[in-house]
């Protein structure tokens, strides 16, 4: 009995892998699927297999940005910029989709110029989309165990003077990954969008009754400040603020 014990133990811990290689599989197979679809011009077939695959749960840049490729292929502007800003949030250095991104928005009636802001915020701004949140993540690991080894080095070793200094760069090292991953993690936890509707109109307030503040078109991209009945408070990078319904985007 006991044995029996232990081997259903060991099936319910193994039961997370086996599940976790099924559904990996299965996204290859639907990953492939896609990509013959989309070779053959079947968007509609490539974007189901695609949509397919997150809906397993799976995250995965290349699949974000195929599907971005093939929603602009079926003229879906705002669908498309979602799935590439989706895609850079996983990998932002990715040159083929910061280009697509680029070369899409040629096609989009706003032109939203944003506002302007100190050159410090600009190369905070750079900096924080050099990486994703992971790899911050991990290079803060990598610098505080190495700020922690030579710390501990320096209590038992007699010169220090050499030590001290690899030890402050590190640290100095440690803080600037540290904060830049606090401040990565911060402005990903904010809510981004898109317009998929072909027009939406852009209000003072959360509802049909208030005022008309400008028309807005499909693949414009806003922040998303609140939430209310089915309507979104948003903030373009011009600085204008709206409520947009809920119903006219897809939030990233």
Known sequence: MREKIVIFGILVLLLPLFEANADAESANVLFKKGNQSYEEGKFDQAIEAYE???????????????????????????????????ALVLEPRDEDTKANLSFIKLFTLDKIEEQKINPLSNMLDWFLNLWSADEFALLTSFFYTLSMTLGILMIFKRSRRYLRLVFATFLALLLIFGSSLWAKIYFDSLDHGVVISPQVEVRSGPGEDYILQFTGHEGLDFRVDEEKEGWYRISLPNGIKGWIPQEAVEII
């Open 52 to 86: 397919s695959i997150l809906d397993l749960g799976i995250k995965n840049f290349r699949v974000f940005h195929n599907l971005g490729n093939a929603h602009f292929r079926q003229n879906q502007l705002g669908k498309a910029i979602a799935n590439y800003r989706r």
